[in-house]
């Protein structure tokens, strides 16, 4: 009781209640390491608070700030942190010594999860470059623990037909899984990625729309046990299979979101109810607070050029819009093959907008301008019925027709992925094997080619049994346009007349 009435120590407790109250630079330092210091610094130059030099009062703790971010996320309609595209900035990965590996003190998914980011990857990476990867610290040496996301050759012959996958294997698996993208991808081009796993599918969605999907693997990525030695890297791996170009808006999940969140999330509308499942969303403003570089490593640097909606600078430059050109598929293996996109198609009203599809009929006539290879019915018919069948889906047609007249060109027949240069190679291809082709130049009907005798070799006939390679096309006779058609006995890929 004697202590409480000492006149000094009352005293000091006034002064100690007055100095706390107002603007000023008394801290309470006892209790508190080093480390956390330096977080509430950090926290300090990014949150206001009531005097721009201290944390908001009654919300002094790093875990009470957090709790208080969280809620009014969660009370905001609006969003601004996610609703725009371009909120953040690019950064720019060189490939050498500029990885970034997740802070210890996130929680990355063992289960369910999605991984979504913008990327603009330069030309020329090694097969395979690793743009985002889950690795076991414990094992660097296995490269196909966890899960990465990059680009990858399809291509036996060196570095050819690169294009994006998501490789994927549990800790009780035995092997990995690996989903690739339905084409190459673009250099210097934006490209939106994203992977999810709910357990049972493994999907890759590029632009938005699923390009692979696979059920191979099942379960958790990993147990509980192993989750220290768990790291979530992006730029490349430990193994300097490195990414060399830009991202930008990493966002990380704890659950596998769909394909119509997905694509809010890429045009900047998202979801406040998915807010509690967001486990990461960087934007590189201040990559120091969640990521750690490699050993002897540097941050990568901001992007120096136009940004991925062509707003930085406020020029009208269009470099980073997305490239939706179109090149003829080969044929029977188009995007619209895959059941999948078919039925996204469907369910997708943002899909099944308006539609205009332009083509051309190129009609072959004779020299008389007659024999067309189709008449005008039969192109008005077939018109009508691809605006019938199509029609309900908001597809119409806008037809043109090239008429061509030749009699030499009308009089041949076209084969569908026969090269010239297949016919008579000593090889029988089975896309040649036709009657026009001489059966491949006779390299399909192999035990008949011997038996044409000298006596009808270059006797001004085109003998069928000699119109072969080995005896150069009887002699001649059969591509001697005065002595047979040559539309239908010419062989010989080196005559002009084939």
């Not at 977080?39 to 009654?58: D, K, N, Q, Y």
């Not at 890297?233 to 979101?257: Q, S």
């Not at 819009?321 to 293996?333: F, I, K, S, V, Y």
Request: with cysteine.
């Amino acid at each position: 009781m004697k202590l409480w009435t000492s006149p000094w120590l009352s005293c000091l407790v006034i002064l100690i209640l007055c100095f706390g109250s107002e603007c000023g630079t008394v801290e309470r330092r006892k209790g508190r390491s080093k480390r956390d210091l330096v977080r509430m610094r950090e926290a300090r130059a990014a949150v206001p608070g009531a005097c721009a030099t201290r944390l908001p009062r009654g919300k002094r703790s790093l875990a009470g700030l957090e709790r208080r971010g969280l809620r009014q996320r969660r009370r905001s309609s609006s969003q601004p942190e996610v609703s725009s595209p371009e909120r953040g900035k690019a950064v720019y990965f060189t490939g050498r010594g500029d990885q970034l590996r997740l802070k210890p003190g996130v929680e990355i998914p063992r289960g369910n999860f999605t991984l979504e980011m913008w990327i603009k990857p330069e030309g020329g990476q090694r097969s395979p470059t690793v743009i985002a990867g889950l690795y076991d610290k414990c094992f660097y040496a296995s490269s196909d623990r966890g899960w990465l996301l990059g680009i990858q050759s399809v291509s036996e012959h060196g570095n050819r037909d690169p294009r994006f996958f998501f490789s994927l294997k549990t800790d009780r698996a035995h092997k990995a899984t690996a989903i690739h993208s339905n084409a190459r991808y673009i250099p210097n081009q934006w490209a939106h990625l994203a992977v999810t796993y709910d357990g049972i599918y493994m999907k890759l969605f590029v632009n938005g729309a699923q390009v692979g999907v696979s059920r191979e693997q099942s379960g958790d990525v990993f147990s509980h046990l192993t989750k220290k030695c768990k790291v979530l890297m992006i730029g490349g791996n430990a193994l300097n299979h490195n990414y060399r170009g830009a991202v930008e808006r990493v966002a990380l999940w704890r659950h596998a979101r769909g394909q119509r969140q997905i694509i809010r999330d890429m045009q900047g509308n998202d979801d406040p109810q998915d807010l509690p499942q967001l486990v990461i969303r960087e934007t590189f403003e201040h990559p120091g607070r969640k990521w750690l570089t490699v050993k002897d490593g540097s941050f990568p640097q901001p992007e120096q050029r136009m940004g991925r909606m062509g707003f930085q600078g406020g020029g009208g430059n269009t470099e980073g819009l997305l490239d939706t050109t179109l090149e003829p598929p080969a044929c029977g293996q188009t995007v619209c093959d895959n059941v999948e996109v078919i039925k996204n198609y469907n369910q997708l009203s943002s899909f099944r907008r308006p539609k205009t599809v332009r083509y051309r009929v190129i009609n072959i006539w004779d020299d008389t301008r007659t024999k067309p290879t189709v008449s005008d019915h039969q192109i008005s018919l077939q018109h009508q019925q691809l605006k019938d069948a199509f029609g309900p889906y908001n597809i119409t047609w806008e037809l043109s027709i090239h008429n061509i007249t030749n009699s030499s060109l009308r009089n041949r027949l076209i084969l569908a992925n026969c090269d010239i240069s297949k016919v008579g190679d000593d090889a029988c291809d089975p896309e040649c094997n036709h009657p026009l082709t001489g059966f491949d130049a006779g390299d399909c009907v192999s035990g008949h080619r011997s038996r044409c005798p000298e006596s009808k070799q270059g006797n001004g006939v085109c003998d069928p049994e000699c119109n072969w390679e080995n005896f150069y096309y009887d002699l001649g006779d059969c591509c001697n346009p005065d002595v047979t058609d040559v539309t239908k006995t010419c062989f010989n890929r080196s005559s002009p007349h084939k």
